[in-house]
């Protein structure tokens, strides 16, 4: 079973385990797709930012990284950057390099992440901040394109679910302090 295959069957499982997914795929076709987020945070563009590039660990999810614990991961706030993460025993992986970043304002990205990245596609993902009242609009757009066998359309949901679940985590690690959503 290929890896792009794979992921199909992943998007299937999470939208049964899940429930729905996050509606932020705003286009796909048989070379890429984009996925974009907006959300207004409790926090100042400088305390958004700072908690993106300086936090990572505390607020992506261990589930999503290699080894397990999001406290390995790290982002290099500058450019050529690495957003990265280390192995325990030696060694790592870079997830992305930063190319743009600006303070506050804005954040790029380019590279794949997980499974992505095997299949030698490539995206660009773009973190904007901006003061909206007494808060912070963030808007994330992640844009992949390359070559999946099947497509890389038939991944857009399942990149959906995983980059959405981020997002939503960061909002609330800013806002309360804990990525984790509140139990009903």
Known sequence: ????????CA??????SVGA????????????????FNSLAK??????????????GKWWSSAHTYTGDAGNMYIEDRTGGCF?????TGGGIEHMRVVYSNPGTALRLLGALGPLQEMGMQGSMTWEFAAEGEGT????????GGYCPGGPA????????VIGEQFGRLIRF???????????
């Open 1 to 8: 079973m290929n890896v792009c295959h794979r992921l199909v």
């Open 11 to 16: 998007v299937v499982f999470l939208l049964l």
């Open 21 to 36: 997914s996050h509606a932020a795929v705003v286009d796909s076709s048989d070379v890429g797709f984009t996925l974009k």
């Open 43 to 56: 926090a100042t563009p400088e305390k958004s930012f700072r908690g993106l590039t300086n936090s990572i």
């Open 84 to 88: 990265c993460e280390r192995f325990p």
């Open 137 to 144: 609009r963030i808007k994330l757009t992640y844009a992949v």
């Open 154 to 161: 038939a991944l857009a949901p399942v990149v959906d679910q």
């Open 174 to 184: 800013l806002e309360t302090g804990f990525p984790e959503a509140e139990e009903k």
